[in-house]
């Protein structure tokens, strides 16, 4: 274990080096950016595997690496990497759904000019990932948090000629930067109190006892806070911007205007759900007393949003944003499993649903492929029987998200969450947020497959299958769909037990012990609900007709217009926020010129004006009187010039004269 | 004379200024006097990195020092040295020189004058980074000021002479206001050696100095104190510059030939921020702490405020210069922060931190914010000096290396971890988060507005469709990408390791965060 710590900067190194050695390769060289990019991934995975395999055999043992990086003065901040059942788990996730993300994505951008920049970036993205999650320091995983951000922002613009792909991109990191501010302040607040940033460092980390009872006793100074509580809402910040939870969600569905193997890798499964994993990893932070406040604000916001996005999925028409906002909805469940169950519920549910929202992402991918381009859903229809294995592939991750019962990993990790929100002590209501949030989840999915599968073809051209390239990774992730649910089954708690450390034991009682099969039964009946409400309104061929209005928009035209607008958010984001940032850079710009620069100006004129006035009182009153004099003096010198006129006569007569002055004052003068 | 024995600081003063009088005044070609501008600055360069080779790592104080008498009686000494809190700043402004040369083709064809000019304007970095004597610091302070003033209004476009004539008597009367400070404080303590005056005002500060030196009544010496300590700051603060003393700056660096914004910017401006740490926190440890509150809402206030005003500008040097006053911002606040609780116990890690975000803010502005107004210079060529951001689009399809790197520099400036801005900032902000909470949070918003404005440019610029009259806009060339290689190099290896820069500064910066008061006095 040791010794798999001590090497896990392996894991991201690769990526990382195919990522710097693609940004130096020629846009010709498709072949070998491919070869590069897959298989380093695949190297990722392979000792992803290894870490994996060994936190197994130590179960819940944790090793951690740290050393000075930036030195100031006599102290230093660390970077580390920590290899713990939290880290192993997200890794091998990461890696693995990554390498299925890559393959997938040599045949969707084979055809694209950029090929190898594509390849660049995604590698990029996948090692500040890796680097995210295996990091022992709260810097470290700073550092890697914003590199996601950026290669986000790439890869949203990657196809920047787009004026809305541009705009989508610079909204995304604008956003998400709102939220980093937070996480930021949050990180230098944490390292002002507690000294060290790594998380464990042998019972000086942050994230140790000693430091968590520290920072639980103090105060912040703001409304009798706890230092750890003001740290946590200020760390929240960052995951609510960078998991696209209310009110920082509005870059997550403009986000889709990016690749589509890039909404599947960043946009759903890994990068959004990296907010998730921070308050995961934080989560001992808030283990005092003083901090509970923080669990309280993710319960509360994960439950909204889980609904809101659920809400607004119902009436979108992009086959990509009905995914979007369902995932901005699912990782407000996985929020609400954080704090209302604690981290192995809410990783449970990451976990999963990055298989199935992968699933549903790639799979959305081969039908818009197969539609030539075409993302609106109401423009598709019985595609399922021109694309046999993107539909099964894609009704599997339907119902995973649905969360149909028993056979889908879905049904049992959002089970666990409701579970949680219903033995969740201060409110009822997060509980009946989320479950309405569930009948809605398999009531748009319904909606979806009524329209995208089922019914007449109502696009252009012919729908075709995609190449095994894309539908090998579907299949591989479909079984992983259904499969992944039963390492978490409350009879047998494999993966809460490897994140808790705790061995698992198989009880079958366990199913209907607590109240346990009363949420399944009622979760059951959600989606029962959802599918059956769904199937009445969109069921057989009453979507068929290109250009008729949704049978739900028949039904409730209010409503269904306000969801369509996604609840005019982002209109009011534009009416107060940016139109007050914009109102406020005016004013500045405006202060600049008038005020600031008006200052000088003034100044300087009335410096001039000083000037003006010594120039008059000097040339009218000093100068006159000096100009008086000179013309005097030049007078008197033109009478004086006039006796030497050059005439030999009147110098004679002078010298007479004087002479007879002369001898007169010497006659008569003594 | 040994190696070490000899007077490098003098030598790399001198080389730049005999060479800039050389290029004025010897009868060379243009061609000749550019090849030879271009000998002397990269000489200067080899120079300030043997003075790297033999500064000692491990010791805090002053190092290669000449000391001399020169007019005993007026209180002028020849005095020079460096510690870590200047000696990085040698090599920047050289590289810097010789990289503003390097992108100066058009205007050294033109005139030999350029050329030298720019190298004089090298010799007044170089004299007043290593100058400890006030007399010594401000000639130099001063002397850098008439080349720049020439070059603007010279080589200028615009309104070249409205904004040269604005950027020397702004500046002008800053260096007045500083000029009278020190003269009385010359007739209180009875020496400009910059040591003596800090070890004379350190205790109680300037107050019962001036009421004895300069015979004023009893009581009238804390508001004198005061006045000069904010006369020698409204100095510094009209040269970094602070908003809203910074009004000159957005014309002067609009109006100034790119190459020498990138001086203007890279190294000038450093002057003031450096000036402000050694000489005004120096040499007024006490009055400073008093005035610092208040002075911190200023340096926020410029942060903020300049931040938001280039997100409204619609041309890109401008844009880029208000970024510029934003970010020399951050090394006011730190230092500000640092002042305001020079003597706090228990906040010495802050003050650590603040210090070495200062001192590596000042060496990553130079570098990114060069590097921004470079690439310009390189646009600029392209487009015949056009530079609206409404006037592109796309144009990273038609030059995708530019943009590339462009962009790379636009997010250092942004403070990407990886790339050099991050960690400067970051140690700023953890800094001043330990000494004054509310001024790190508020200052949080410059972060915020710099990736609006900057992802403005590249989203209007770069990113659309391309126009069609754009198509011929050419990739970086071979010698281009050449020239902008060592920015980019720079950015990265400081970002991903920045023990390159602090390691030079680690002892000064521990001695420096025990109190303002050793920023001179403890350091020989």
Known sequence: ?670 | MSWSAAPWLSLLTLTPAVGGLVVLLAPLSPRRAAAFSKAVAALTLLGTLGVLAGFDRGAAGFQLVEQRAWAPQLGMTYFLGVDGLSVLLLPLAAGLTLWALALSGRWLKESRAYGALILLLEAGLMGSFTALNFFHWFLFWELSLAPAFFLIKLWGEGDRHGAAAQFFLYTMAGSVAMLVAFLALFGAAGSFDFPSLAEAARKGGWAPLLERGLRLPAGAGPAAAMALCLAVWLGFAVKIPIAPFHTWLPAAYVAAPTPVTILLTGAMSKMGVYGLARVWLGVFPVEAAQAAPWLLVVAVFSVVISAAAAVAQKDMKRMFAYSSVNHLGYCALALTAVAAASGRAGAEVSRQAAWSGFILQMVNHGITAGALFGFLALFEARTGCRRGLDEFGGLRRAAPVFCGLMGISAFASMGLPGLNGFVGEFLIFRGVFGLAPWAAAVSLTGLLLTAVFLLTMMQRVFHGPLRAEWRGFSDLSARERLAMAPAIAAMFALGLWPNLALMWCNQTVARLAEGAEKILTSML
């Open chain 1, 1 to 670: 274990m040791e010794f798999w710590a001590h090497w896990l900067w392996l894991i991201p190194f690769p990526p990382l080096a195919a990522a710097g050695a693609l940004a130096l390769t020629s846009r010709r060289r498709r072949r070998r950016a491919a070869v590069l990019a897959v298989g380093a991934m695949g190297a990722s995975a392979a000792l992803a595997f290894g870490a994996f395999a060994s936190a197994a055999a130590h179960w819940g043992e944790r090793a951690a690496v740290g050393f000075p990086w930036l030195q100031f003065g006599s102290r230093a901040f660390y970077l580390g990497w920590v290899l713990d059942p939290l880290s192993a788990a997200m890794t091998l996730m990461v890696a693995v759904v990554g390498l299925a993300i890559f393959i997938y994505s040599l045949g969707y951008m084979a055809e694209d000019e950029n090929f190898v920049r594509f390849f660049c970036f995604l590698s990029l993205f996948a090692a500040a990932m890796l680097g995210l999650v295996i990091a022992n320091s709260l810097l470290l995983l700073f550092i890697c948090w914003e590199l996601v951000g950026l290669t986000s922002y790439l890869l949203i613009g990657f196809w920047y000629q787009r004026p809305a792909a541009a705009a989508a991109a610079k909204k995304a990191f604008i956003t998400t930067r709102v939220g980093d501010l937070g996480f930021l302040l949050g990180l230098v607040w944490l390292a002002n109190e507690s000294g060290s940033l790594l998380f464990y460092n042998g019972g000086r980390g942050c994230l140790e006892p000693q430091t968590v009872a520290l920072l639980g006793a103090r105060g912040a100074g703001i409304g009798g806070l706890s230092a750890a509580a003001a740290i946590g809402l200020l760390l929240f910040c960052g995951a609510v911007g960078k998991s696209g939870q209310l009110p920082l969600h509005v870059w997550l569905p403009d986000a889709m205007e990016g690749p589509t193997p890039v909404s599947a890798l960043i946009h759903a499964a890994t990068m959004v759900a990296a907010g998730v994993f921070l308050m995961a990893r934080v989560y001992p932070l808030f283990g005092s007393e003083g901090a509970s406040l923080v669990p309280h604000a993710m319960v509360w916001v994960g439950a909204l949003t889980a609904l809101c996005g659920a809400l607004i999925a119902v009436a979108q028409t992009d086959i990509k944003r009905i995914l979007a906002y369902s995932t901005i909805s699912q990782l407000g469940y996985m929020f609400l499993g954080l704090g209302a169950g604690g981290v192995a519920v809410g990783m449970f549910h990451l976990t999963t649903h990055a298989f199935f929202k992968a699933l549903l992402f790639l799979g959305a991918g081969s039908v818009i492929h197969a539609c030539h381009g075409e993302q609106d859903i109401r423009r598709m229809g019985g595609v399922g029987r021109f694309a046999k294995v993107t539909f099964a592939a894609y009704a599997v991750g339907a119902m995973a998200l649905a969360g149909v019962p028993v056979l889908f990993a879905g049904f049992w990790s959002k089970d666990a969450i409701l579970h949680a929100a219903h033995h969740w002590r201060p409110s009822s209501l997060p509980f009946w947020l989320g479950v309405s949030g569930a009948v809605l989840t398999a009531f748009y999915m319904t909606r979806q497959l009524a329209y995208v599968f089922f019914g007449t073809y109502r696009g252009e051209g012919e729908p075709h299958e995609s190449p095994p390239v894309m539908t090998r990774p579907l299949v591989f992730l479909a079984l992983m769909a259904v499969f992944l649910g039963f390492v978490g089954t409350p009879a047998l708690d494999a993966f809460g037990g490897f994140l808790s450390g705790e061995r698992p034991r198989f009880e079958l009682g366990a199913l209907w012990e607590g109240g346990a099969l009363q949420t399944m039964g009622l979760s059951t009946l959600a989606v029962a609900l959802g599918f059956g409400l769904g199937w009445l309104l969109y069921g057989g061929a009453r979507a068929a007709a290109l250009g008729a209005m949704d049978p739900l928009e028949r039904l409730w035209p209010g409503g269904y217009r306000a969801l369509q607008n996604r609840l005019y958010v982002d209109e009011f984001y534009g009416v107060t926020v940016i139109w007050a940032q914009e109102a406020f850079s005016k004013l500045c710009a405006w202060m600049d010129e008038w005020i600031w620069g008006g200052l000088v100006a003034a100044w300087s004129a009335a410096a001039v004006a000083f000037a003006w006035l010594s120039r008059l009182i000097e040339e009218y009153a000093i100068n006159a009187g000096f100009d008086a004099g000179c013309g005097g003096l030049r007078r008197g010198g033109r009478r004086a010039a006039s006796f030497q006129d050059g005439k030999l006569q009147h110098y004679l007569r002078g010298i007479g004269v004087g002479f007879a002055v002369l001898a007169l004052f010497l006659l008569w003068g003594r």
